[in-house]
């Protein structure tokens, strides 16, 4: 089946510092793929959408420029949470649409990115 | 995206079937329906999803009303692994329809 590869699964890092999350989808092409933050208890919320070769749509109140996202081939997308700060500690998971129209598979998610800031 | 309504939490003894209800009043002709799991840090976990008629796979069966504005997912036999909070999303079949994530329900399989 389709899978969806995110690395790093967790990370800690300090307060002001970047950290890049990569997912990659491994056995299909992924025109879109998504970003999701989840905060403890609480349920996922769509950050932005990627879609290759061009910009990020992002939700509203999602701050582009603190959260970088880059499409830039059919199997790779990245999240950058820059300048990082402990609010920003949440678990990060990426999505990606399989078969865009097919009615296979639908969405298939990452495991996720646990990251802290300290 | 149409919005969807699901209990907070349920019970189910093992070995018994679950019936995961979802209700999505405003869903449009072109959304489908979508159900997810998320055990404890983990990523959601793709379960079943169909548009009007009722579909069933290897892991769960999802009945869908007529009206298309309720369905039920069914877990036939509950096992404790299954526990797990379980999303009912609904969206469209667009090349850029997203899952909205509501609250979810949460399972508790009991022994």
């Known amino acids: 089946g389709a899978v969806v590869s995110q690395h790093p699964s967790w990370v800690i890092c300090k307060s002001g510092t970047s950290v890049k999350i990569e997912c990659r989808s491994l056995d299909f092409q992924a025109t879109t793929m998504f970003w999701y933050r989840q905060f403890p208890k609480q349920s996922l919320m769509l950050m932005a959408t990627s879609n290759e070769g061009s910009k990020a749509t992002y939700e509203q109140g999602v701050e582009k420029d603190k959260f970088l996202i880059n499409h830039a081939s059919l199997t790779l997308s990245t999240l950058t949470v820059t300048s990082a700060h402990p609010e920003d500690s949440s678990f990060y998971i990426c999505s990606a649409r399989v078969r865009p129209g097919s009615f296979d598979y639908g969405y298939t998610f990452g495991s996720g990115t646990r990251l802290t800031v300290v | 995206d149409a919005k969807t309504t699901q209990p907070p939490s349920m019970d189910c003894a093992e070995g018994r079937a679950a019936n995961l209800p979802c209700n999505h009043s405003?869903?449009?002709?072109?959304?489908?329906v979508y159900w997810y799991r998320q055990i404890h840090s983990q990523g959601p976990q793709y379960i079943i999803h169909g548009l009007k008629n009722n579909e069933t796979n290897e892991m769960a069966s999802l009945i869908i009303t007529e009206d298309r504005k309720s369905s039920t997912l069914i877990l036939p036999h509950a096992t404790l692994r299954d526990t797990a909070v379980y999303y009912c999303?609904?969206?469209?079949?667009?090349?850029?329809?997203?899952?909205?994530f509501g609250q979810g329900t949460t399972l508790q399989v009991k022994p």
């Open positions: 999303i609904v969206s469209s079949s667009g090349n850029t329809g997203k899952l909205i």
């Open positions: 405003t869903i449009s002709g072109n959304e489908y």
